[in-house]
């Protein structure tokens, strides 16, 4: 089966466990000489599989949780484990949905969503040793609109959501760790840096893959970025950025200043 259509049938999967099991198999089992860029995939409807909790609201309707209480830290780290969960889906759907890209496009999005397979079970796990579980605090889903939103457009994709909402976490990840150090939680800065680490490699396959789809559509990286956030509605960028890792995920001191510009 081409690994396209198998990650598909991955998305398609609802249990959270069986979903982030599959996708590390499917990438340990890879062989890219069985990808077939050229296949299209109808779009089944219902994507992606999902449980029935946690309970999704509007992201403004969702409590700012303070990690120095129990209940609190282990919703902080629920709405973590969140963003992750979604991080597997909007992979998958990257790596079956757009055909015509060099092969290496799906293998990167295959090693992206093992990856952050294995960041939900560390969460998950951390989670369940603090007496709860995914599902157990509502959560929302905005970094899926956005993956819907451009399921039309390759170029918009690797614009707006490894580059624009992905890289968020590359700014809010360092705050998060001091605040889980300053509450005890020492488990959950170890599994933040290992995010980390990951994320600043996954902002970088979006990045090469942007600036790949400007040259061949004939684009300015620059000055097209603005009308597609534009065009589909991203939410602003507000600093302060993180200046180290988001150079170490590949965007240009002009690509920061041009951020920090328009915040």
């Known amino acids: 089966m081409n690994p396209r259509e198998r990650a598909?049938?991955?998305?398609?999967?609802?249990?959270?466990a069986e979903k982030a099991l599959q996708a590390r198999a499917l990438f340990d089992a890879l062989d890219p000489a069985t990808i077939d860029p050229q296949a299209v995939f109808a779009d089944p409807g219902?994507?992606?599989?999902?449980?029935?909790?946690p309970h999704l609201r509007p992201?403004?309707?969702?409590?700012?949780?303070?990690?120095?209480?129990?209940?609190?830290r282990a919703a902080l780290i629920h709405?973590?484990?969140?963003?992750?969960?979604?991080?597997?889906?909007?992979?998958?759907?990257a790596a079956f949905r757009f055909p015509g890209m060099p092969v290496a496009f799906y293998v990167d999005w295959l090693r992206v969503a093992s990856e952050e397979a294995l960041?939900?079970?560390?969460?998950?796990?951390?989670?369940?040793?603090?007496?709860?579980?995914?599902?157990?605090?509502?959560?929302?889903?905005?970094?899926?609109?956005?993956?819907?939103?451009?399921?039309?457009?390759?170029?918009?994709?690797m614009a707006l959501v490894p580059?624009?909402?992905?890289?968020?976490?590359?700014?809010?990840?360092?705050?998060?760790?001091?605040?889980?150090?300053?509450?005890?939680?020492?488990?959950?800065?170890?599994?933040?840096?290992?995010i980390l680490r990951d994320e600043v490699g996954h902002v970088a396959i979006g990045n090469h893959w942007y600036r790949w789809l400007c040259r061949r559509d004939g684009f300015d990286p620059i000055a097209h970025y603005?009308?597609?956030?534009?065009?589909?509605?991203?939410?602003?960028?507000?600093?302060?950025?993180?200046?180290?890792?988001?150079?170490a995920a590949g965007f240009t001191a002009e690509e920061i200043a041009f951020l920090t510009e328009r915040a």
């Open 59 to 72: 992201a403004r309707e969702v409590p700012s949780r303070s990690p120095f209480t129990p209940e609190g």
């Open 46 to 53: 219902g994507l992606p599989g999902r449980p029935d909790r």
């Open 119 to 157: 960041h939900f079970g560390l969460l998950r796990t951390h989670l369940q040793s603090l007496g709860f579980d995914y599902g157990d605090f509502d959560a929302h889903d905005g970094l899926w609109q956005m993956t819907q939103r451009t399921a039309g457009d390759v170029l918009a994709r």
């Open 79 to 93: 709405s973590i484990a969140h963003i992750e969960f979604n991080a597997i889906n909007l992979a998958l759907d």
């Open 163 to 194: 580059r624009t909402l992905e890289a968020r976490g590359l700014d809010a990840t360092p705050p998060l760790q001091a605040k889980f150090a300053k509450a005890g939680d020492p488990r959950a800065v170890e599994i933040l840096a290992i």
């Open 8 to 16: 598909l049938g991955v998305l398609t999967l609802t249990d959270p």
């Open 226 to 247: 603005p009308v597609l956030a534009d065009r589909y509605e991203a939410p602003k960028i507000r600093p302060p950025f993180n200046v180290e890792a988001r150079t």
